[in-house]
C-alpha cells in the first residue's frame, strides 16, 4: 500500500527534493551576500522577494534556453493546453497527474510574459491573448475538479473557487480600465495554483489506497474551499480598494445657493436649514 503511494506520488518527491535542496543552495547564496541576479522581479503579498527571486532564479535557464527559439504566443498555447489536460486528468480521478500538470502550466504562464518582455515582443494583442487564456485555464482546471467532486457536498467550494477567482482577475482588469492597478491581495493565481496543487497532490495521496479513498474528497475540497473564500476576500478588497480610490477623484458636488421663502406679505426669507427628505 506504502509502496503503490510511493510510486504514484514519485514525480512529486523527486521535484519536491530538488526543489529543497536548490532552496538550501539559494539560501545560502543569499546568506554570504550573493543573491541571483535576476531581471523583471515581481513579487505579490503572499510570495515576497525572497520567494519570488528563488523562483525566478530555478527557472532561469530554462528561460534562457527558450529565448528567442519560442515565442511568447507558443508558451501561453502550451500553458492552456496544460490546464486543459488537468482538468482533463482531474475528471478522470487521476489528482497526481492534474497536479503536476497544473504547476507545470503555471510555470510556464510565468515564463511567457518574462520572455516576451525580455525579446521586446510585447503587445496589446499578446497581453490580451495571456489574460483570456488564463482564465480559460483555471475554468478547465475547475471543471475537471467539479466533475470529480460533483457527487459530493465539496461541489459548493468549488463553485466558490469558480466564482472568488474570476472576480479577483475581472476586479483587476476593470480596474486597469479606469486607471487604477489594483494588484494586491493574498489570493492571486500563483498562490491559488499553489494552494490548489497541494489540495490535489494530498487528495491523490488518500485516492491511492482503498482504505483512505473517502478522503480524498475532502482534502481537495477543503484547498478549494479556502481557495474560495481567500479569492473572494482578495476580490472584495480590491473592490473597495478601487471604489475608494475613484471616490477620491470625483470633485465634490456643487454647494446650492441658499433659497427663498417668500412670505405672504411678499418679503422672501433666506432659508439657513435645507430640509431634507
Known sequence: MLTDRLILLAPALLATGFMLLAFVLYAVRCALGRPPAVTALKHNEFFGPYVARYILWLIGPVERVLLGRVSANAITWASLLLCAGAGVAAATGSLATACWLYVLAGVLDLLDGRLARASGTQSPAGALFDSVADRWGELAVFAGFAWYLRATPWLLAVMLAVAGSM??????????????????????????????????????????????SHHAATALGGALLATGAASTFTALGRWLEGYRKLAAREPAPPRRAPEAVVRKTGEALPITRERTV
Open 167 to 212: 472576480m479577483v482577475s475581472y476586479t483587476r482588469a476593470r480596474g486597469e480600465g479606469l486607471g487604477l492597478a489594483l494588484r494586491g491581495g493574498v489570493m492571486q493565481r500563483a498562490e491559488r495554483i499553489v494552494l490548489v496543487s497541494a489540495g490535489a497532490l494530498v487528495g491523490a495521496w488518500f485516492a491511492a489506497a482503498a482504505d483512505t
